[in-house]
């Protein structure tokens, strides 16, 4: 794990809880040492302070991306808005704690996105396009390596998506969440479902993590002219149609 901080007190008490808790940490103090490190040596996930001197958080986040890295990135923010924390999402990182946080907290989102990490058990490769029935409003089409609903094709081995002819740049969170969505289609998924499925725990009814994600999501499935795919069922949850 590389961790990055400039704050010597966090960095310090991270450090040491993250090394008790079975991780090998390399701690950094600003965006600078942490690219040079990743690049040196790419951890299996990163655990980056936004507001670092000269090199931030988020451009650490956006070089990582645009070099095709993607390694998992948990966000440390001081910052709560919500544009703050679409900024993050928006320049690749997969989820965020906003500080002061409980240690607990980052461990069980570290866990989380550990877990979604873990590798795809290839299938069969056969059927690489072709003869099989068109997706659209009825039942998703799943094997072992695709999943496919309202238009929507996910390479699951390769952790690809597109709608249609059109390839969607996802992030490692958005993917799953798309999956999840792609795999229950025409199903209302309720919030806690959502969050125990792609976060591994329930942030509770205050969240707007899910939110956010959600409408990133919608940012990059809608195309003008085209139906809305992801609906908001109010106060129950989100659901995967085509209209």
């Known amino acids: ?3 990055a901080e400039d704050d010597r007190a966090i960095r310090h008490a991270l450090e040491r809880a993250l090394s008790l808790e079975g991780y090998a940490v390399t701690a950094v103090a600003d965006g600078v040492e942490a690219l040079a490190q990743a690049h040196k040596t790419p951890p299996d996930i990163l655990l980056l302070d936004v507001m670092m001197p000269g090199i931030d958080g988020l451009q650490v986040c956006r070089v990582l991306r645009a070099e095709g890295d993607r390694t998992p990135i948990l966000m440390l923010t001081a910052l709560v ?22 240690v607990e907290e980052v461990f069980a989102r570290l866990r989380a996105l550990l877990r979604r990490t873990s590798p795809v058990t290839a299938g069969a490769p056969g059927g690489g396009g072709g003869g099989g029935a068109e997706p659209g409003k009825g039942e998703p089409q799943i094997s072992d390596r695709q999943v496919e609903a309202a238009g929507l094709r996910m390479d699951l081995q390769a952790r ?20 999840l969505l792609v795999r229950n289609a025409g199903i209302v998924l309720d919030h806690s479902t959502i969050y125990d499925r792609i976060w591994g725990y329930d942030f509770g009814p205050g969240s707007k993590n899910l939110a956010v994600y959600v409408g990133y999501l919608r940012r990059k499935l809608d195309e003008p002219g085209a139906p809305q795919l992801i609906h908001t069922v109010r106060g129950v949850g989100y659901v995967l149609r085509e209209d």
């Open 81 to 102: 808005e919500t544009a703050d924390r679409i900024a993050g999402l928006d320049a690749g990182a997969d989820d965020y704690v906003v500080k002061p946080f409980d």
């Open 160 to 179: 690809r998506a597109w709608r249609g002819e059109r390839e969607l740049e996802l992030t490692r969170t958005e993917f799953e969440l798309l999956e």
């Open 1 to 3: 794990m590389l961790l």
